[in-house]
């Protein structure tokens, strides 16, 4: 048998030699002359034994293209013919063990990690004196300790190339996948010199890492087609019998969502214990860039139960900042013993709002209402916004560079010219708000907005509400500016006693309706412009108290302002700056060119330190792009020099599907070893035998090796020998004509 047939299409190269041999036979014609009673018979001899030689080299030639094209074509002979060579047959042996989060959890005093070290440990004793020797670790990116195996026979490499360095490894914090892990294992192997190839898979065998019927992932980690003859797949279990119940804290939730510099911040968590036993007097901290801010205790929580708690500190400065919340108790698992979340504080948000009034003189009546609810307050909610009233005159020439939210409040008209700026605010990725009342008009929405690029829509009539002023109704109740109302769990603005609103037709599908009345009049819509973040936000009602009493009646209108100017802010922020991620999730940081950034570190959880190359993209910004993020937990972006800008923090959360306790079921086994992808699964006891049975046949790809080497230097003595007996020959032909003339 061979395990590349298709190479055996090379036999109709041995044509190649008998053809050359057919076309360069000499051709001799008959002469009869005076002088052939001279020659001796013996000349006669000599040219038949010249043409044996020749058939011969044409043989020798035959021969070696047929063991070369053989030699590609990897012949084998199989089990039942080579019975005698086979049990002592050696192996490029190569070890996967499972470093996935659920490898952390404890089997008694150890974790199921180290029972896997022990087990590879014994599997090394096992080997045989020829065997080679390779570990992969199955974890978020699998990977080999060394680039080609290690001899079994050089002890010292095993030691401490392949086993010391397991000790030192950190708690597995991601998932796994087996079937990447065995295409790694099968690439190690490749690059080992022996025929037989063996795949000891050391595991909790968990279905989030097996993921059995894959079929996909599985096929791809045998290359598309099924396990080569030569490999053997055992599956070697670990299975965990912890009787210790794990405690696990989930997603930490920050109230305010925008926290401001000096300001409260609440922070809510959840605490569960998935059993099998009550734990008691549960110890809980609440770190803040590090340092300690509080700390509870929890008396007891009983198995299969969970609880939720609230922590407090104080944002100390304005950036990025990470808090932690973990538990120092010892139980099944520590991965999921902490969460962490990663908050931007605010010092404050500079807020133009341009007034309907067009002079400079006048006291912005129209915005009191507006300023007022953004102005600073000891609020737990309130008070970043920094608000600035302009005239429409006064704006003309404002340097909007210096906000982050414009409110366009009811004007009649706006210059072009400022039209046109506060479209490219938008479009860099800035918050516009735009409140339609009793002094816009159409003109203003459908020529003027329109024609320096917000199509905010249609703006039709003014709608009255008559004897029966209609309920406010929450049309999107999901959406992030919306976040105070969903917080009162309302679905409706009940308190609020609706006069007037403008008839508007949304522009495209892209603008979402955010609040409608009753009977499905939009008065509040939002939409993105551009690409950058920027965001556009319109209220068909006024703010001025004239065609509602929301801001004096209703409870809701500051919250609801703040939010609104909060979302805005973010502005691209909200598509870049992603600071609670998922695992594989890229990180990504934008900021303003100046000061200028000469160089960025990222710095993850493992302590290694990756250089990043800043872009410079349009709008006047830098942009930061980190991709590797397969591994939980707290990454820190920083900058050189060190005085321009403070680090920046990125958290990437524990997938906790990884955590699912499913194990593999008989039906999965089946599937795999059906499918050949796994030999079978085997017992601790039963290493030796595995590594005796494999595969049972000879490669004679050695052999022929040798043959073909030998003929190689037939052929060049048989050239060599057919190279003189010509030279002679000719020597004699060039002596002939004397000898005629005696």
Known sequence: MFEIPLMLTGLLAIGIPIAIHLLHR????????????????????????????????????????????LLLAWPILPAGAVKQFAGGSSADVVIVLDHSISSGILDGRRTVFAHEIALAKRITDTLRHEDTLSIVIAGHRPYSLTTFPVAVSDTAAVQSKLLAPLNELPMGMAGASMPAAIQQARRVARRGALFEKIIFVVSDQRVVSWLPRHAALWKAAYGGKAAEKNLAVFDLPVLPQS?????????????????????????????????????QSIPIDLLYDGSPMD????????????????????????????????????DALAADNQSTAVIQAWKHIPVLIIDSQLGSVGTFRASRFLKAALQPSTSLHLGLAQPVVMSVSGARHADLSKYQVVIVNDPATLPAGLISRLHGFARSGKGVWFILGRNTNSTFVNSQLSSGGFDLGTLGTVQSA?????????????????????????????????????SLIPANVREKVLLATSDGAPLMLSQNVGNAGGQVVTWTTGADGHWNDWPLEAGSF???????????????????????????????????????????????????????????????QYLVTWNHTGLPGLYTMSFKPNQSRADVYFNVNIDRTQLNPSLLSPADMKWLTGQGYIRRQIKTDEIAQALGTVSRSLSLWPILAILLLLMLLLEALQCRKMSQLTRAADLAATELPAMSLL
């Open 243 to 279: 009787a210790v119940s794990d405690i696990a804290i989930g997603p930490l939730h920050i109230q305010p969502a925008f926290p401001g510099v000096g300001r409260r911040v609440n922070v809510l968590f959840s605490i569960s214990n998935s059993g099998p036993l009550p734990v």
């Open 26 to 69: 000499q051709k001799t014609t008959p002469i009869n002359w005076g002088a052939m009673m001279f020659l001796q018979a013996s000349d006669v001899l000599k040219k038949k034994r010249r043409n044996i030689d020749h058939w011969l080299l044409l043989l020798l030639r035959i021969a070696m293209l047929l063991l070369l094209v």
């Open 295 to 330: 700390h509870l205790m929890i008396p007891r929580l009983q198995a299969g139960r969970s609880t939720t708690g609230i922590m407090h500190l104080r944002i100390a400065s304005a950036g990025s900042h990470w808090i932690t919340v973990r538990t120092g108790i010892q």
């Open 558 to 620: 500051l919250p609801l302002v703040n939010q609104i100017v909060y979302e805005l802010a973010m502005g691209s922020k909200r598509l870049t700056d992603r600071h609670y991620l998922n695992p594989g999730e890229p990180i990504v940081w934008t900021g303003a060119d100046k000061p200028a950034i000469q160089s960025v570190a990222v710095l993850d959880p493992h302590g290694l330190i990756h250089a990043v190359t800043p872009q410079l993209i349009t709008g006047g």
């Open 466 to 502: 008559g004897k029966h002023p209609p309920v406010i109704v929450i049309r999107d109740a999901g959406n992030p500016l919306l976040r105070p109302l969903q917080e009162l769990h309302r679905n409706a603005i009940v308190d609020v006693t609706l006069l007037k609103w403008h």
